[in-house]
């Protein structure tokens, strides 16, 4: 007997005897009978209002028209019907013939029995048909997921080669004028070009690591290293690190983080989540404005909050920055650019490291990102 019991069978069979002998034949296999068509287009239609699980067709059947006998009736139906409403058929006939079996194949069904049918033949081509269709179907899904991934992976790909490229415009027009005009600048402008040329280099460097990452992600080649981190110490480093690019838009950063909140993590992933939300931060606060960092433990988890006084964001482009398929990018308050990588990949350490990360942001009014990590006493299998 079937163990499942929500397959029914559709009979498509011109005889009418035959037919009250499949139908016979499925119960007694422990199916049900969702319906019966006499023909092919009425096989097609009742496919598409019944959804069956499994069909059993009949190859030659006669015309709904004038009548005459169509050898390969079946066979037509069964190609409709998997454009249509891709279903499991099981072809049936009196005619062996390999051209038949062939073309039935081709067509779509998964087995093709002779007739008279025996239950034990029977019973075996259902699930043999259904099997190989939950193959096809399942094939079938990975492909369109892997054309989707495929999708995504070429659009970030074109995103990083034109943002690699935009640094390096400014670079060369800079470095151009040190060169031809270096004896007629000024201290100050020579400073400021300077400044500009760090700036770029650290973008462009940024830009590079979070690449680098990336790439090593799709390749399965990053790997969790947890150790006890000092998250005030890890904090203080990377807002040191980025000072030239707040001063440069006169933006103060503010370390609350409590010199006892301990997280175990990877220390480079950490790192570079707290760097790329920093970075953020920093791309869409404007001139004079402030980024405060703070710090506190719940239990087992330690949560980092990260919150500007910036543009802030709508909830439509909250849900859009972290999903790979989606990334969003956006020219700062000073034009700054960037590929949307950053966000995605602090969204996969954090997870990678048993925490989450959610964003809150209204527009005008600022963004804050609050992210948790294991504390030093979490009881977490690695």
């Not at 415009?169 to 000024?186: A, N």
Request: charged residues 20%; contains cysteine.
């Amino acid at each position: 007997m079937v163990s499942e019991e929500s397959l029914n069978v559709l009979i498509v069979e011109d005889d009418e005897i035959i037919s009250s002998m499949l139908h016979n034949q499925i119960s007694q296999l422990g199916y049900q009978v969702k319906g019966k068509a006499y023909n092919a287009i009425e096989a097609i239609r009742l496919t598409m209002d019944l959804s069956p699980n499994l069909i059993l067709m009949d190859l030659q059947m006669p015309h709904p028209e004038d009548g005459t006998e169509d050898q390969y009736a079946g066979i037509h139906a069964t190609m409709e019907i998997m454009k249509q409403c891709p279903t499991p058929v099981v072809i049936l006939s009196a005619y062996d013939s390999p051209d038949l079996i062939s073309h039935a194949t081709q067509a779509g069904a998964g087995a093709y029995l002779l007739k008279p049918v025996r239950d034990n033949d029977l019973s075996r081509a259902l699930m043999i048909a259904k099997a190989r269709f939950d193959d096809i179907k399942e094939e079938r899904r990975q492909n369109e997921e892997l054309k989707k991934v495929n999708a995504s992976k070429n659009k970030i790909l074109s995103m990083i080669a034109h943002d690699l490229k935009n640094p390096l415009v400014p670079l060369k027009g800079y470095i151009h004028m040190l060169g031809d005009f270096f004896d007629g600048l000024s201290k100050e402008k020579i400073f400021s070009i300077v400044t500009k040329l760090q700036r770029s280099i650290d973008h462009y460097e940024i830009l590079l690591n979070n690449l680098m990452t990336w790439s090593l992600m799709q390749m399965g080649k990053v790997r969790c290293q947890p150790e006890v981190i000092d998250m005030y110490k890890l904090v203080q480093e990377n807002t040191e690190l980025l000072l030239i690019a707040a001063e440069m838009k006169r933006i103060l950063f503010k370390n609350h983080v409590n010199t006892y909140n301990m997280v175990y993590a990877d220390k480079e992933m950490v790192n570079s989540i707290i760097r790329n939300i920093l970075i953020n931060a920093l791309k869409f606060t404007s001139v004079n404005g402030e980024i405060n960092i703070y710090s506190w433990q719940q239990e087992e988890v330690v949560y980092i909050s990260i919150t500007d006084n910036g543009i802030g964001m709508t909830p439509e482009v909250i849900e859009k920055i972290f999903k790979n398929s989606n990334m969003y990018h956006s020219a700062g308050t000073n034009g700054e650019g960037g590929t949307g990588l950053g966000l995605m990949l602090c969204k996969e350490f954090i997870e990678r490291n048993h925490g989450q990360i959610i964003c809150e942001s209204e527009p005008n009014k600022g963004t804050k990102f609050i992210f948790s990590l294991p504390s030093i006493n979490a009881t977490i299998v690695w």
